[in-house]
């Protein structure tokens, strides 16, 4: 839930200002993670292996952006959930290409 701040919005469990705009930037990027992480499971099943890397992948980058903004660091924050949502729309094509075995992508996906 968002508080309203007089410099901006407060992130429940933050105690981080951040700008409007900025809040909509990364809302709009767990939106679009939502959405990846909807159509990874309706092509590859919800209990996939895929599925399931993506979305702890996705859940630890979050964490990690949440941690950037509680220390002030929101353009940090922003480019951590860019490049977690880039790699949503990566590891399908991957896999679908056969360019990389399963544990090679889980790898990358951990190591990114």
């Given at each position: 839930m968002d508080r309203h701040a007089p410099h901006g919005t407060l992130r429940s469990g933050d105690d981080t200002p951040?700008?409007?705009?900025?809040?909509?930037?990364?809302?709009?990027?767990?939106a679009d993670a939502v959405r990846m992480l909807a159509r990874i499971a309706e092509d590859h099943g919800a209990g996939s292996?895929?599925?399931?890397?993506?979305?702890?992948?996705?859940?630890?980058?979050?964490?990690?952006?949440r941690l950037s903004l509680s220390h002030g660091d929101a353009p940090n924050a922003w480019v951590v959930l860019e490049r977690a949502l880039y790699l949503l729309t990566f590891a399908p094509r991957v896999l679908a290409r056969n360019e990389l075995a399963f544990a090679d992508l889980e790898m990358l996906l951990r190591a990114a």
């Open positions: 951040t700008s409007p705009s900025q809040a909509t930037a990364l809302d709009a990027l767990r292996r895929l599925h399931r890397l993506c979305t702890e992948m996705w859940c630890q980058r979050d964490e990690d952006a």
